[in-house]
């Protein structure tokens, strides 16, 4: 059964860069049939999606975050990551990693809590 | 791009039918497929519904999802509501480029 797991530093300094890996288990990021995303819900409030990257490396991107936002993947260790450059207060939220059909996200992480704070 | 409204808060009670709904701002409703997901308090979103009327295995036929042209609005029924129903449902959609868009969520409350 595939599952996602979110990691990497809860606590982030404002100006700094955010930087999460989503592991990828029980099948292969390679997958010709899925696209692999990243969302973000801040506390309280709802889902926002942050972009996604196909296996090939083709990378979509929220456009009010494109500016700030590098998603990358590696096929060798079955993960892909997430950078979020210049972060601030308003970026503290859960970061969930998904797969990604064409249309909809079919398995999600379980979340990681990341906190923007000095 | 476009927006995705929902109401903020719905309620109704047990075993009564409720139905939430997901307004796209611009474009047709019909041009790309609409997918719910329910969220319930300190958890991961889950599928309910995909491309309109899809329910994926597992979850019950008491949820439905249809599309209305006429009010360019998707909508997510839930009949036989249960307490366990109580949660945060999204809309969710995406553009010609293949963004995604999530409505800002509904809040369903059973009591």
């Known amino acids: 059964q595939l599952q996602l797991q979110e990691s990497g530093p809860g606590l982030v300094k404002p100006s700094e860069t955010l930087s999460l890996t989503c592991t990828v288990s029980?099948?292969?990021?390679?997958?010709?049939?899925?696209?692999w995303g990243w969302i973000r819900q801040p506390p309280g409030k709802g889902l926002e999606w942050i972009g996604s990257?196909?296996?090939?490396?083709?990378?979509y991107y929220n456009p009010s975050l494109k500016s700030r936002v590098t998603i990358s993947v590696d096929t060798s260790k079955n993960q892909f990551s997430l950078k979020l450059s210049s972060v601030t207060a308003a970026d503290t939220a859960v970061y969930y990693c998904?797969?990604?059909?064409?249309?909809?996200?079919?398995?999600w992480g379980q979340g990681t809590m990341v906190t923007v704070s000095s | 791009n476009f927006m995705l409204t929902q109401p903020h808060s719905v309620s109704e009670s047990p075993g009564k039918t409720v139905t939430i709904s997901c307004t796209r701002s611009?474009?047709?409703?019909?041009?790309?497929?609409v997918q719910w997901y329910q969220q319930r308090p300190g958890s991961s979103p889950t599928t309910v519904i995909y491309?309109?009327?899809?329910?994926p295995s597992g979850v019950p036929d008491r949820f439905s999802g249809s599309i209305d042209s006429s009010s360019n609005s998707a909508s997510l029924t839930i009949s036989g509501l249960k307490t366990e129903d109580e949660a945060d449902y999204y809309c969710?959609?995406?553009?010609?480029?293949?963004?995604?868009?999530f409505g800002g969520g509904t809040k369903l409350t059973v009591l």
């Open positions: 998904a797969r990604r059909t064409f249309y909809a996200f079919d398995i």
């Open positions: 969710q959609s995406y553009d010609s480029s293949i963004h995604v868009v």
């Open positions: 611009s474009g047709s409703i019909a041009s790309n497929y």
């Open positions: 491309e309109d009327n899809q329910r």
């Open positions: 029980g099948g292969s990021i390679s997958s010709s049939s899925y696209y």
């Open positions: 990257i196909y296996y090939s490396g083709s990378t």
